[in-house]
C-alpha cells in the first residue's frame, strides 16, 4: 500500500517524497510547498516500537489530527495508534499493512493536508 498512496500523493496534491535523512531511503516526507510543512510522514517501523508484537518492520503513516475527539476516536481503531516519534497529542500513526482500507487512509491524509495548509491572514 506504500507505492500506492506515494502515488496518490503525488496525483492528488502534486507533492514528491523528500528524504531528509542521510542514509535512510525509507522515510519519505510529504510538505506544502507553501509553508514547507509536513502533511505525512511514510516510514518503516519496527513492529515492538509501535507497542506491537513481533520484531519485524511494517510500513506506516503518520498524519497530523488537529480535533481532540477525533484523535481520541481514531486511536481505538484497528491499524491507528499514538503517533511514533512524534506529538501523541496531534499525531497519529496509521500502519499500511492493509489493517485500515485505502480509503480511510486517504480520507485521513486529507484531513492532516488540511490541518497543516497555510494558515490565511485576516483583512
Known amino acids: 500500500m506504500r ?9 492528488q496534491y ?3 517524497p523528500e528524504f531528509p535523512w542521510d542514509g535512510d531511503d525509507t522515510s ?13 510522514l511514510i516510514m518503516e517501523v519496527r513492529r515492538e516500537l509501535l507497542g506491537l508484537p513481533g520484531k519485524e ?10 480535533d481532540v475527539i ?4 481514531l486511536v481505538h ?4 495508534l499514538p503517533a511514533y516519534h512524534m506529538n501523541k497529542q496531534h499525531w497519529v500513526t ?5 489493517t485500515v482500507g485505502f480509503d480511510r487512509v ?17 483583512k
Not at 507505492?3 to 496525483?11: H, P, V
Open 14 to 16: 502534486g507533492v514528491d
Open 3 to 11: 507505492s500506492k498512496i506515494t502515488e496518490y500523493i503525488a496525483d
Open 94 to 98: 496509521v500502519l499500511l499493512d492493509g
Open 28 to 40: 519519505a516526507v510529504f510538505r506544502h510547498r507553501e509553508n514547507k510543512k509536513w502533511f505525512a
Open 70 to 73: 477525533l484523535h481520541d476516536m
Open 106 to 122: 486517504t480520507g485521513l491524509l486529507q484531513v492532516s493536508f488540511e490541518a497543516t495548509l497555510p494558515k490565511r491572514r485576516k
Open 77 to 80: 481503531e484497528d491499524g491507528i
Open 57 to 66: 518492520r511494517v510500513s506506516c503513516m503518520n498524519l497530523k489530527i488537529d
